[in-house]
């Protein structure tokens, strides 16, 4: 975490498919007959399931909690994202599908978007054919100029739908943001900030859905694009998206080399992930995320963590002095932080 000064893992609050484990490839290894010849076999093995279970906790929802004894710097589990996509700024940097960063040469391109490899170009197709077919340039312009990077995610998760990738519904199971749809209803109650946040919405979603309407997506595709699921997607990923801050391959661990934060200080874009988001916030975490490669997240132990433990991350900079993290954990997730380390007054 960058309490150690290396690496800010952190949602930012200003700021393809349901997580499943990974299948191993086969393991080759040597045995020996009793004649001492070697012999190969070729055996399959299960990956084990993560040490981990989510489950209710007293005062926060949903956590995850070890199953049993976590050393510290341990890999708790990877993630890949339910929605990822690059910051505008970073388009022609990182690939458009796994965010990882190009070299000098970039094997494929499709329609302005680079991609790091064929097998990225090939995963991203089906919502990429959809998302190529509109004009985008006032939409991007509108993410721009009001420095804003989660619409970006709602137009992607969009195309998704409209194509067949995902459903409508992908991040319901997701803690929603203290902004509901019935608060932004009651505008004569609301500060002005909420007012503007209202604002904003309205002119994402009227621009989301005019640039599909202009590039003839039928609107059986679109019956799902309403107002309500744009405010309500909108307010999922404003508590749930991570920052992406990708090292660029050249270290095994953010936290192996100081050299490291270099690199974990330019974010290359934004994505919601399942089981990462059920993780709850700890202002002295035990845990935290890291990404080393692309989009693909890590889990990793701080700490040792005891069976039965809950593990925590960090949402913010833990470096901060203890009024602004309560400022900032108000403001942008809407709870108070009574984590040991606040109820000290650290």
């Not at 399931?49 to 049993?68: C, K, Q």
């Not at 946040?197 to 595709?221: K, Q, V, W, Y």
């Not at 991570?242 to 934004?270: C, K, N, P, Q, W």
């Amino acid at each position: 975490m960058s309490k150690f000064g290396l690496v800010r893992c952190s949602r930012w609050v200003w700021r393809f498919k349901t997580l499943h484990p990974q299948k191993k490839a086969s393991t080759f290894f040597t045995t020996t007959t009793e004649g001492g010849q070697a012999v190969n076999e070729n055996v399959s093995r299960r990956p084990e399931p993560p040490p981990i279970r989510v489950a209710l906790t007293e005062s926060a929802g949903r956590g995850v909690f070890a199953t049993r004894r976590i050393g510290a710097g341990e890999l708790i589990h990877r993630a890949k994202p339910l929605v990822s996509h690059p910051s505008l700024s970073k388009l022609q940097n990182v690939c458009y599908f796994c965010l990882r960063k190009l070299g000098n040469s970039v094997d494929s391109q499709s329609q302005g978007a680079s991609f790091c490899s064929e097998e990225c170009r090939k995963q991203s197709k089906v919502f990429h054919d959809v998302e190529v077919k509109a004009d985008w340039l006032a939409y991007d312009e509108y993410c721009r100029s009001h420095g804003l990077k989660y619409p970006l995610l709602v137009k992607r998760l969009a195309c998704m739908v409209i194509s067949g990738a995902a459903s409508a519904d992908l991040l319901d199971i997701l803690q929603p943001a203290i902004l509901s749809p019935e608060m932004i209803s009651k505008k004569e109650h609301q500060s002005p900030a909420v007012l503007l946040l209202h604002g904003t919405m309205e002119e994402g979603f009227g621009l989301l859905r005019s640039a599909f309407t202009m590039a003839n997506i039928p609107d059986a595709h679109m019956e799902f694009l309403t107002k309500q699921w744009y405010i309500e997607v909108m307010s999922r990923i404003r508590i749930n998206a991570f920052r992406i801050e990708v090292a660029g391959g050249l270290y095994g661990d953010l936290l192996s080399s100081a050299a490291a934060s270099v690199d974990a200080e330019a974010a290359v874009g934004t994505a919601v992930y399942m089981l990462p988001s059920f993780y709850n916030h700890d202002c002295d975490p035990n845990a935290h995320i890291v990404w080393t490669e692309n989009v693909d997240a890590r889990l990793k132990a701080l700490r040792d963590v005891d069976a039965g433990e809950e593990l925590r991350i960090c949402y913010i900079d833990a470096s901060m002095n203890h009024d602004a993290r309560q400022t900032l954990l108000y403001q942008g997730f809407g709870f108070q932080c009574n984590c040991p380390r606040c109820l000290s007054g650290d």
